[in-house]
């Protein structure tokens, strides 16, 4: 190995020792026959405990003269970005039998509120379609009149911005200041949305606005779900269906096979129909045998997909379900997101919950485990029963020096270093369960979790805490709706939202 190789490795391990003992992988092994009551119950309590934790963290956080979070001062040039506070009071809303502190949710929703203009946008002059998405979802878990017709407002406004049709062609209304110019069902931005002021749509925004229609109660058959779809299969790598039927018309999509999604149709107007995506190319096998470069598709936008084709209302038979579902088989890890690394590593959290809640399963069956990116699996010497530990790596330049190493020892321990989970048996894996463990290992001692990559704005503390809470929130609202239900009580309160 080269010596800059090596020391690049050694200094990662040595510089945060205490690190690389605190995270653990991301999975406990798969409960046994013997005692699922027991890891049901162990897995609760740690989910509640971590639950709690957060939610400490959060409260102290709030802004205690608006009831917002990330509320910048008076006359500051830091841009207000309203979807801090939605996400984090959907967090605290989510709260199995309601927030620990309604005196404080009741804050927040009122900010939200006072920040709603006459079009029925929330925001704060940035970001305007992203921060009202998210304001609406949290909006609509509140459950009184007031907030119900204030997300119903803020949808309104949303289809607005949704790349479509002119009124009276049959798509998404028009008009309004974030209004898009029309486009034909064949253009590449058809029935996406962006960051507004008619900006080139992408997945996380269009995921986002689906979210808040589905949060709010609009059916899946709604013409706005409708268009969504067809912008959705745009960003699918998967030109046809196994049974011929065609997916996705884009040029970057011939003779791809993937199943998973990429970020955008194209990086901008000048480019619409190039495609986009964060994770870059691979070399991949095309459907007639040949080997070309083609987009990558990746774990968050991949999990943003898969859960938007389910509120869009199609099932698990649908071939673009399907697809999408393999590639998830095929990329599973909780440790970091698949085919980027660190980057957007909590919004993958967020992703992934919400598509595997929305799926309905406890379990997905995986195939392999998705090798890391940026960093290695370190496993010690010597006990049978020890689980592998996460290191992470700067870089993948740094993670490749590391895996180089073959073995290290940390504190006088030697163990072998691996890119993959040595101790990952393909199968079901409790979704759940694994996600729990995996945020466990990453939580402070304040409840805040910690930050693997600023990107994104993932240096955040208040944002990685609210994506960390949503996804947690979301594995325990989904291991509820799998339990026998008491006999249903008239004058009962309303339980949480379904995902």
Partial sequence: MHPLARSIALALCAAAPALCRAQPAQAAPPAT?????????????????????????????????TGGWNVPPRGSQTP???????????????????????????????????LQGPDGGIHAGTLPTYNTAIAASALSRLGTAQASAAADR??????AAQWGAAIGQGASPAGGPEAPTPVPKE??????????????????NLAFFL??????????????????????????????????????????????????????????????????????????????GSVASRLRAYGSVSYAGFKSLIYAGLTADDPRVHAVLGWAREHYTLAENPGI?????????????????????????????EPLLTGAYWLPAGSADAQPTVLRAATPQAAAALLALGSISIDGRPGTLSQVPPDFTPGPRDWRRDLTAALAALQNPDGSFRSLDDRWLENNPVLVTSYALLALQHARASAALARPQPPADAHAAPGPAQP
């Fill in 80 to 114: 207000h970005l309203p979807a801090f506070t939605g996400l984090a009071l959907n967090a605290l809303l989510m709260e199995p039998g309601g927030p620990s502190d309604p005196d404080a949710a009741d804050r927040a929703a009122r900010f939200l509120l006072s």
């Fill in 154 to 159: 803020a949808v309104d406004f949303l289809r």
């Fill in 341 to 369: 690394g660190a980057d957007g590593y909590y919004y993958y959290l967020l992703m992934f919950a919400r598509a595997m809640h929305a799926s309905g399963s406890p379990t997905l069956d995986a195939a392999r485990p």
């Fill in 211 to 288: 979210q808040a229609m589905h949060d709010t109660g609009v059916p899946a058959d709604d013409p706005a779900f409708v268009s969504a779809l067809g912008f959705l299969a745009r960003l699918q790598m998967l030109e046809r269906a196994p049974d011929g039927t065609p997916v996705n018309p884009m040029p970057y999509a011939i003779g791809s096979a993937q199943g998973g999604f990429i970020y955008a149709t194209g990086p901008g107007p000048q480019g619409p129909a190039e495609g986009q995506s964060f994770a870059g190319q691979i070399d991949e096998t095309l459907s007639d």
């Fill in 33 to 65: 026959a013997a005692a699922p009551a027991q890891a049901a119950l162990a897995w609760e309590a740690l989910a509640g405990r971590v639950a709690r934790d957060a939610t400490a963290f959060l409260l102290r956080a709030q802004d205690p003269a």
């Fill in 187 to 204: 253009h590449p931005f058809f029935g996406g949305i962006g960051y507004g002021n008619r900006g080139r749509p992408d997945i996380s």
